[in-house]
């Protein structure tokens, strides 16, 4: 089966910040990823870099395409971190959703009832329906979370590339969101999160990528990779020993 993502040699630097290093990753379809590390570890610039966002060196195939020919089949949905949207533009959830069927819709983007049925069952997948017609920019962080993750749910594509998907929302939009990411997966449809901390990932996740540094430190099922030692090395040392035990270590900014 074509991996979902192929990377190879991938690299960035953003002037004179190298911010990802040399990373040889597989990510296979059908599997939720998670891309793990610290802050500054070089998680977005990685996500960044397989989407062709920024200036990278090495290759990138998703589903066996570049990106550009991915994104163009509308094969890959993202969800940004929450910093990087405006919040000011003045749509509602309903807008922002809609969004995600532009590559589906012709010239003039008239929904027809297919998108707007796809656009209606995102919304309510994501527990949304109430507040559909709102402002974005009136909604609560988790609320834009989710308002976010309907859109690439709304997308249908094969990919999702979620940035944080669960920072700043609460338990009830957690478990929405990780439900959500599930069903999807349980749909044969491939999924990579990135996270800063350990909360949740061991259950959530059947890989994951551990970065350190700007570097891969390792992959493989949660199982064989957020050992104690390899936890103490990418989080620091005293960081908890078990991920499952004690769940969000206070990760400390890294400069590679
Ligand atoms: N636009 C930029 N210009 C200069 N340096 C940058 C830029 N974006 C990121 N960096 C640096 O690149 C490194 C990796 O950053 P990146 O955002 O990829 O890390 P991250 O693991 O996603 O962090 P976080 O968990 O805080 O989102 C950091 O040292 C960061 O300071």
Redesign the pocket.
């Known amino acids: 089966m074509t991996d979902a993502i192929v990377a190879e040699g991938l690299g960035v630097r953003?002037?004179e910040?190298r911010?990802?290093t040399e990373v040889t990753a597989r990510i296979r379809t059908g599997e939720i990823t998670g891309l793990v590390?610290?802050?500054?570890?070089?998680?977005?610039?990685?996500l960044a870099a397989v989407l062709e966002r920024v200036p990278h060196e090495g290759t990138v195939r998703i589903l066996g395409r570049t990106p550009k020919q991915a994104r163009r089949a509308g094969l890959v949905a993202s969800v940004p971190?929450a910093e990087a949207v405006d919040w000011d533009f003045p749509v509602t959830v309903r807008d922002v959703v809609t969004t995600g069927r532009y590559g589906r819709l012709g010239l003039l983007r008239i929904p027809r009832a297919a998108d707007r049925a796809a656009v209606d069952e995102a919304i309510d997948l994501l527990g949304l329906t109430h507040l559909a017609e709102r402002q974005i920019g009136a909604l609560s962080g988790g609320q834009r979370k989710r308002a976010f993750v309907a859109r690439a749910i709304a997308q249908d594509a094969e990919l999702l590339l979620l940035d944080?998907p669960f920072a700043g929302v609460d338990r009830t939009s957690e478990a929405a969101i990780t439900e959500v990411l599930r069903a999807l997966r349980d749909r044969g449809r491939s999924v990579v999160i990135?996270h800063?901390d350990l909360s949740g990932v061991a259950e959530l996740v059947d890989t994951v990528l551990l970065?350190q540094r700007?570097r891969l430190l390792h992959s493989g099922p949660p199982a064989t990779t957020l050992t104690p030692e390899r936890i103490a090395e990418a989080f620091g040392a005293g960081r908890p020993r078990d991920a499952r035990a004690e769940p969000r270590p206070t990760a400390t900014d890294?400069?590679?």
């Open positions: 953003y002037g910040v911010a990802l590390g610290v802050n500054g570890s070089g998680k977005s610039s990685m971190q944080e990135v800063h970065l700007g890294e400069e590679p």
